[in-house]
């Protein structure tokens, strides 16, 4: 009786459906509830704090667990290990932060372990500017950590996309088994608009697919599975689970045929799937004749731009990746085929225009603004380069 | 004419080890079988549920004891067994976790998680294996490594100076705190048992002979055995301060410390209830 007052009293603690006025972070926490988020586990940062400070404060009232640990990498550990106890986990950071979790999301990567992290890009290298906007760490997102795996980062624009993504976040972690990374900047996790938030049943919640298999049966990363079954600790398989190369048992080798088939999977889990999870969007690219690529807080300057561009008669579009990885390639194949310009505008010194040269350089003109971190390129700006682009 | 063999008095412990995965891999007189040994023994008389209890450890000679272990195991990166030991039991109070991990992982690398475990009393078992050197990547000196000491990483001598384990994890505050070796199997074994029964954070030292250190330092895992079974004293009132290993004196064994401060996870749940009855 008791254990179903306290549900209730959980559910009624959580975000109702309506129209709020909220900052990112915060969305990005409440979303974070919303999707099943009942572990916390995390370390204080600028610009990520709000978040952390939010589930502090609300995942005892929806019967959650917050832990402010030593530093992110016992944090970012600590995920896997709640994950594994069927408890979906999360947490937030910013650049520094994000480096010192590059081993335990390789790990995450190789036990399989859904778990999902909050990176509030600032300003780099090093400590580089705390309180200010970047968006240096789209490749460290990728590529951080040693050996081959994937990920999925999302790269939310606005309030209601910190929100919204937060949401798939989990949706995908626990549907792929990778750690997911949303991978915002401080303009957009600190900036406060509206949020609409759905009716509950609008939004869809992704849990672990349950073995089929009889513990005595049961194999933990059972290759006739591209995404295999999730056991948790506790319900009788008596499990084996190892960060060294292991067979389908769970049991380490050295063997060059279970390497092959287990890396081969780990990647094959995203790249087959690449079209299911990427996304983007985009505006006025049908006819375009240059079509600018930006993301997060820079594609709404980028918009601003187009439109003023669009204004003066000339035809320019917007494609914003949602996500960094997958990168979306797809979406842009039918301004390459036209023979477009492409402009990738970013607050790093190129970082995803590498991405987008490695996929049309020689078919088609790949021009590159780049950005110091600190600011976010203003409209004008980025008018400015298109008209240089199209002097060309 | 078959030979028919006696059962053998360790059958049930073979049921909660992987015997497909022997022989296993540590060196001809190493202590840490023996830990598993007594780990499997005090499991089973432990009353908990099999499927309840849970090992972790992160990299390193120690740390392969869960993948021999038929419990849910999980072996993860170096150093940070303990936050994710902490990370299970925190989603899941009703896992009996235990970490079986060395003295390089849990003290080196993974230093500021068991300092940070230890003060924020997280109910987790920690069984920590000293064998005073890093034996899987051939032999380098660590937190534990004896004064003079000759290692592959100080051909001279260890200078640093080393852990005093019960020593420091009572001054942490650790709930629980014991020190035995693997010739002490059944003070070992119930230790482990007083250690499941532990609301907090609570270790076992077991100071063990290992084969690579003992090749470095003219001490063979058998010499070292037998000095372990001449010049061992228990002593459960042990002034700390003064048990750190030497063998130039007799090693002091024990269960040092008892304490009852309930755990972090407790208070967690508490603190859970109080706000969710009362609305926050």
């Known amino acids: 009786m008791s254990e179903r007052i306290s549900l209730l009293r959980a559910e009624e603690a959580l975000l109702r459906p309506g129209v709020y006025f909220m900052q990112g972070n915060i969305a990005a926490a409440e979303a974070a509830l919303l999707a099943g988020c009942r572990f916390f586990a995390g370390y204080p940062i600028t610009p990520s704090n709000e978040i952390a400070e939010h589930m502090s404060r609300r995942l005892p009232q929806v019967g959650g667990y917050f832990i402010q640990f030593e530093d992110e990498i016992a944090s970012v550990i600590a995920l896997s290990g709640a994950a594994y106890a069927g408890v979906k986990s999360m947490t937030a950071t910013s650049g520094p932060g994000f480096s010192l979790m590059q081993e335990g999301i390789g790990m995450a990567a190789m036990i399989e372990a859904p778990i999902v992290i909050i990176n509030v890009q600032r300003g780099g290298p090093s400590t580089g500017l705390p309180t200010l906007v970047g968006q240096g760490d789209i490749m460290q997102a990728k590529w951080g950590s040693h050996g081959d795996y994937e990920i999925v980062a999302y790269l939310p624009s606005s309030v209601q996309e910190m929100f919204d993504l937060t949401i798939q976040a989990f949706n995908t972690a626990w549907a792929y088994r990778v750690p997911v990374i949303v991978l915002t900047d401080q303009r957009v996790g600190q900036m406060i608009e509206k949020l609409n938030v759905p009716d509950y049943n609008e939004i869809p919640i992704v849990g672990r697919r349950v073995p089929e298999e009889p513990p005595e049966e049961f194999l933990p990363f059972n290759s006739k599975y591209l995404i295999p079954p999730m056991a948790f600790a506790g319900e009788g398989y008596r499990f084996h689970v190892t960060t060294l190369t292991h067979d389908e048992r769970g049991y380490p080798s050295t063997s060059h045929k279970v390497s092959t088939k287990l890396v081969t999977r780990l990647i094959r889990k995203i790249r087959d799937n690449e079209k299911a999870i990427g996304r983007y969007d985009s505006v006025s690219t049908d006819d375009a004749d240059l079509v600018i690529v930006a993301y997060g807080i820079t594609s709404r300057s980028a918009l601003k731009a187009v439109k003023e561009a669009r204004r003066e008669g000339l035809k320019v579009g917007l494609f914003r990746p949602i996500t960094a990885w997958p990168f979306p390639y797809w979406g842009l194949k039918e301004a390459v085929d036209r023979g477009a310009d492409i402009l990738v505008v970013e607050i790093n010194m190129g970082q995803m225009v590498r991405v987008v040269r490695e996929h049309f350089a020689n078919i088609v003109n790949i021009h590159s603004m780049t950005w110091a971190p600190g600011e976010v390129p203003r409209p004008h700006d980025i008018l400015m380069k298109i008209k240089e682009v199209y002097e060309r | ?280």
């Open chain 2, 1 to 280: 004419m078959s030979l028919r063999l006696p059962h053998s008095r360790t059958d049930p412990l073979k049921s909660l080890l992987r015997m497909e995965r022997f022989p296993h891999i540590w060196c001809p007189g190493c202590g840490i079988g023996v830990v598993v040994k007594c780990f499997v023994e005090a499991a089973l008389q432990s009353g908990i549920p099999v499927e309840k209890h849970v090992v972790a450890s992160g990299i390193g000679c120690t740390s392969r004891a869960p993948g021999y272990i038929k419990m849910d195991g999980f072996h993860v990166i170096h150093g940070r067994a303990i936050p994710f030991a902490v990370g299970l039991k925190t989603a899941r109070p009703d896992l009996e976790v235990t970490v079986i991990a060395g003295d390089g992982d849990l003290l080196a690398i993974g230093g500021n998680h068991f300092l940070h475990a230890t003060r924020r009393n997280d109910d987790i078992n920690v069984i920590l294996v000293n064998n005073f050197i890093y034996g899987m990547t051939g032999g380098q000196y660590g937190p534990t490594t004896l004064e003079m000491a000759v290692t592959t990483t100080s051909p001279y001598g260890f200078v640093e100076g080393a852990f005093n384990v019960p020593y420091l994890a009572s001054a942490l505050g650790a709930n629980f705190v014991a020190r035995w070796t693997p010739l002490h199997t059944k003070e070992l074994t119930n230790a482990m048992l007083e250690m499941f029964k532990v609301d907090g954070f609570a270790i076992i030292e077991v100071v063990s002979p290992c084969l690579i250190y003992g090749e470095l330092n003219n001490m063979p895992p058998l010499d070292m055995m037998k000095w372990l079974k001449d010049n061992t004293i228990i002593d459960h009132n042990a002034d700390l301060s003064k048990i750190s290993v030497d063998f130039k004196k007799p090693l002091v064994l024990g269960n040092f410390v008892r304490r009852y401060r309930p755990s972090h996870q407790t208070r967690l749940r508490e603190l859970v209830k109080k706000v969710m009855g009362g609305g926050g």
